[in-house]
């Protein structure tokens, strides 16, 4: 599985179909990984490496 981090560390909920729980989801589908690169998201290596910044409230 692909880690994607939110934009918003503090996302819960469900974008183009894959479940967030704290800005965190995983997918292994190759399309949405593309499809959350193009969207600001960090994806891959960069989700695995990078710490996240704190969300807005």
């Given amino acids: 599985m692909t880690k994607i981090l939110a934009p ?3 996302y819960t909920g ?4 894959v479940a967030f ?3 965190k989801g995983e997918t292994d589908d190759s399309y ?3 499809w959350f690169k193009a969207h600001g998201y960090e994806v891959g290596d960069d989700a695995k490496n990078k710490p996240q910044k704190a969300g807005k409230k």
């Fill in 8 to 10: 918003n560390q503090a």
């Fill in 14 to 17: 469900t974008s183009a179909g």
């Fill in 32 to 34: 949405l990984i593309e």
């Fill in 21 to 23: 729980l704290n800005g």
